[in-house]
């Protein structure tokens, strides 16, 4: 599958989400992906189609995961986790 | 200078709490001058609450650190931070393995208009020793200095 825009979610929609956006941002640089939309946006606006890939907070992993592919993550904060599994989907840079 | 978090944190809503009974007092707590001070309505603390009871604690962002936050439409007058550490560290429920000491409240009055803040405070929410750092901080002078200046 092929994975053009990634819908970062949490609960409002207002915080949290944004600083995953930003680690998946960093993410992206860090392994020259340039051709991958990311957003953010609260669980409600998590729909089918809305996105290729959305990544969570663990507590709404469910509502997630009725609107497609969703990687879910413990702490929302904890980059390496995010890298962890975002690895699965992308192929990264070796140092 | 241009500072984003000095814009949006005043002192007032800056505080340190020896504990609060239980993860419901300790949202009031963090929320209370916010209240007082006319940033949010009473309403936004109760929206808090009644979230936390359906989904749980949605806020607990990082290690030691919650964000707290509702809609704006949940009672927000005027965008505002506010910023507290409770000293006896508080326990939510399912969430035993994070009790929290620092809590960030956030009030924002649209989707966007915080954003650029936020990512200058992500400097503080991204950093475990830093958060620490400001976790064990019991004078509210030094808290507001330390965030402030990030």
Redesign the interface.
């Known amino acids: 599958m092929e994975i053009k825009r990634i819908l970062c979610c949490c609960m409002s929609g207002l915080g949290s989400s944004f600083l995953v956006e930003m680690n998946v941002k960093k993410f992206f640089k860090k392994n020259g992906i340039t051709d991958v939309e990311v957003d953010h946006a609260g669980v409600y606006d998590a729909t089918k189609g809305a996105a290729d890939l959305f990544i969570c907070s663990a507590d709404i992993k469910e509502e997630c995961e009725k609107a497609g592919p969703t990687v879910p993550l413990n702490r929302l904060t904890d980059y390496d986790e995010l890298e962890g599994k975002l690895k699965e989907y992308f192929e990264v840079k070796t140092a | 200078m241009n500072n984003l978090i000095a814009e949006y944190l005043k002192r007032e809503n800056v505080n340190v709490f020896e504990s609060a009974p239980n993860w419901r007092s300790a949202i009031m707590l963090c929320t209370d001058s916010l209240v007082k001070h006319g940033y949010v309505t009473e309403n936004y603390p109760k929206r808090i609450i009644e979230?936390t009871e359906t989904?749980?604690a949605?806020?607990l962002?990082?290690?030691d650190l919650a964000?707290l936050?509702?809609?704006p439409e949940d009672g927000v007058i005027k965008q505002q931070l506010a910023l507290s550490v409770i000293k006896q560290p508080v326990v939510f429920d399912n969430k035993e393995d994070n009790p929290v000491r620092l809590f960030i409240t956030?009030c924002?009055k649209d989707?966007v208009s915080?954003?650029e803040m936020?990512?200058k405070l992500?400097e503080l929410?991204?950093d475990e020793s830093r958060i620490e750092k400001c976790a064990s901080i019991t004078d509210p002078e030094e808290l507001y200095q330390e965030v402030v200046n990030l």
């Open positions: 979230i989904y749980g949605y806020y962002i990082a290690k964000l936050h509702a809609r956030l924002a989707s915080h954003l936020l990512q992500a929410m991204m």
